[in-house]
Each structure stands twice: as C-alpha cells, then as structure tokens.
C-alpha cells in the first residue's frame, strides 16, 4: 500500500518552479531520506504531504486522499511532524507543552510522561521549556510529533542541536517505528551516520529531481570509483592498477570502477607485503555531492549555448 503518492507535481510562486515535474511513491514502513540545498524544495514537499499548500499541477495523495480536502482533516491525526526549528511556550513545562498538543490531537494525555521518558526528557518534565537547551526543546518536538503513534512522520532537520549519542538514540527510535509500519520521511544536511537508517534517498535540486534509489542504486548510476587502501612496505603493484595508485603515508591508495573491485581485491590479496587492505564505497555524501555538482554543470553548459 501506498502511504504517500505524488504524480507530477508542480508548486510555483511567482512565476519559479519550487517543485517541477515531482513523481514520489512511498510504501508503509518505508524510511525515504529527502535531501538537497536550501531552497532544493524539500519544505515545500513537506507542506504538500501535510496539506497545508495545494500543487500548482499534478495530484497528492496522503493516505488515498488529497490532504487539502476536507473529508483528509481527521486523517490528519495519523501524521506526526516536527519542524526544523521547534517553539514552544517558554513558561509551561515540558509535561504541560505535550500534553496541550495531546489535546489538541485528540490523543490521551497519559501517554505523555511515557514519551518524554522515551526521548530522555523525564527527569525534566516539570521544568519550564525557557530553561530547556536547544537540544532539549527538539526531543519535546521529537516527542510531540510522536503522539498518537503516527503512520506517516514527517522529520524536517530533527537531529540539530542533539549531541552525537541522543543523535544514536534517535535513529534507534526511527528503526523501531519502522518495525512498527511506520512510514518516515527524514529531511536532514547532516548526511554522514543517515544512509544506514534509510531504504531510499531522494535528491533535489532547485525544484527538480536529480535522483532517487537506494544506496547501492545511487552508486549504480552515480558510477563514482572504489577507494581500495593498502597497507604494507615495499608494495609492488601489477603494472595495470599503477596508473591507479597513489602513495599515502605508509601504504597505497587505488582508485578502480565498482565493476573492477572484486577481480582487483583478488589480484592483492596476493601481493607480498601486504599487511590490510580497507574497501570504501562512495558515501551517501559522495553520492549527494556527485549529481549537485552534476546538477551545476548542466546548468553552466546550458548558459554558456544561451
């Protein structure tokens, strides 16, 4: 079933594109990072799932249903969201702040205290949200989109402010909701630590999409090269995979295409005086800084005809 589906959808304001063309299926229980520069078009597909702006052109479905229309409203409590910058009233506490939103969802309160216990809030609930670090004021919005167990959470920048182990618990808590047929969608600049947490990647750039698949996918059609480090004195590469090669401190560093990597690792396992041999793919920030780039070129190369 799809949780969220996106045909063609256009959003312009004043005449520029911030979505072009958008085609989007997202399945329950599937985790999407949604990536790209400021202004790439990411809030605006949020706004579109939540359905607090309407497409230009082409169809948003959420649940089945336009979200804009009236009869989608008491869907609305299935989606929980958190914005990139979280506010809330400086002089209620941590409790009280979830327990209005509770409210205003339509969800017990008494489920209130297991969720701040849930992001590490507890011990804080009776503080006043003006006491609150910026870290803490995102684990009460992180709270507070988790409401009423939602089956669509949209997550714009969630991890700002959070420090590298709240970052882990974090990312633990979206395995879980996975597990639970929660559907995700994760906006986020801090790419290093995400790709292992996510099924697909979807990359925008001013308004348009650059590209979309899983990691192995990505790196399918980014077709970026295989860093191969070796370790070990007195290396002495086979004459074809020298041309590759670059000293580095102790050891050799190789360059080969992803097709290539198997039967060149075969060829050095053998090599005397090797001592380690270490395999990196392209990283998902690799990945994400290959089809921006890309995306530039192109756009230099259509300027320099015009």
């Known amino acids: 079933m799809n949780i969220v ?33 400021n202004g790439a078009g990411k809030t605006t597909t949020i706004k579109l799932i939540l359905g607090l ?12 249903e336009d979200p804009c229309q009236s009869a989608a409203r008491q869907k609305r409590r299935q989606l929980g969201f958190l914005q990139e910058n979280v506010s809330f009233y400086e002089q209620l506490t941590g409790l009280e702040v979830l327990r209005y939103f509770a409210r205003l969802k339509g969800v017990k ?10 992001v590490g809030l507890d011990s804080a609930a009776g503080r006043r949200v003006k006491t609150y670090s910026k870290g803490m004021r995102q684990r009460l919005g992180l709270a507070q989109a988790l409401l009423g167990e939602p089956k669509l959470l949209l997550l714009d920048e969630p ?7 709240a970052t882990q618990d974090f990312y633990h808590r979206i395995a879980q909701l996975k597990e639970q047929g929660c559907t995700v969608v994760l906006c986020s600049h801090v790419l290093p630590g995400v790709e292992k947490y996510i099924d697909r990647a ?17 790196r399918a059609q980014a077709e970026l090269p295989v860093t191969l480090n070796l370790q070990g004195e007195g290396l002495s ?4 995979l020298q041309a590759r090669a670059t000293a580095q401190g102790s050891g050799v560093q190789l360059q080969v295409h992803q097709r290539d990597k198997m039967a060149v690792m075969q060829q050095l ?23 921006i780039a890309g995306q530039a070129k192109g756009s230099d190369a259509l300027e320099a005809t015009l």
Do not use: W
């Open 202 to 218: 979807l990359i925008l750039g001013k308004g348009h999409l650059l590209a979309e698949g899983s990691i192995p996918e990505l």
């Open 269 to 291: 396992m053998g090599l005397e005086g090797l001592t380690d041999l270490e395999l990196h793919l392209p990283s998902l920030e690799d990945l994400y800084t290959h089809f």
């Open 53 to 64: 702006i309407q497409a230009s052109r082409g169809q948003v479905r959420v649940f089945g």
């Open 109 to 118: 309160v008494s489920e209130c205290p297991r969720l701040l216990q849930q």
């Open 5 to 37: 589906e996106l045909e063609q959808v256009q959003k312009r304001y004043q005449g520029v594109d911030a979505l072009a063309g958008l085609d989007l299926q997202l399945k329950q229980g599937e985790v999407l990072g949604l990536f790209g520069h």
């Open 159 to 165: 991890t700002v402010g959070l420090d590298p182990i």
């Open 237 to 240: 590469l086979p004459e074809p």
